[in-house]
Nanobody, 129 residues
Framework: RVHLVESGGGSVQAGGSLKLSCVAS????????MGWFRQAPGKEREGREG??????????WYAESVKGRFTISKDDAESTITLLMDNLKPEDSGVYYC????????????????????WGQGTQVTVSS
């Protein structure tokens, strides 16, 4: 079973940038697609928003809310998945979760909660105006 640990969260002013990292260990994470979710303040677990996906060959998908500002990437040699977040907005605040996903046919698409095989523990991001 793959184990995921996120890091890189913190506080930043609007317009700033943060880089989140997710290190995978245990099972062979390259068997999974990988994704990032955000749980906004006051939202329940079921309300986690899928933000970005990267599949086994590096193809990506982004939610409209982050397209053009966030970049997902991976380094298979380091078993690390990264989410680079630029031009952050206050509405980007929340707990960010890395997830190992069951891949779907037809290319990467929105990461959904039912597609999650393993969750990371989450890392807090706070964007002030």
């Amino acid at each position: 079973r793959v184990h995921l640990v996120e890091s890189g969260g913190g506080s930043v002013q609007a317009g700033g940038s943060l880089k989140l990292s997710c290190v995978a260990s245990g099972d062979t994470y390259i068997n999974y697609c990988m994704g990032w979710f955000r749980q906004a303040p006051g939202k329940e677990r079921e309300g986690r928003e899928g933000l970005a996906t990267i599949n086994k060959v590096g193809r990506t998908w982004y939610a409209e809310s982050v397209k053009g500002r966030f970049t997902i990437s991976k380094d298979d040699a380091e078993s690390t998945i990264t989410l680079l977040m630029d031009n952050l907005k206050p509405e980007d605040s929340g707990v960010y979760y890395c997830a190992a996903l069951f891949c779907t046919s037809g290319g990467p698409s929105i990461p959904t909660i039912p597609s999650v095989a393993v969750w990371g523990q989450g890392t807090q991001v706070t964007v002030s105006s």
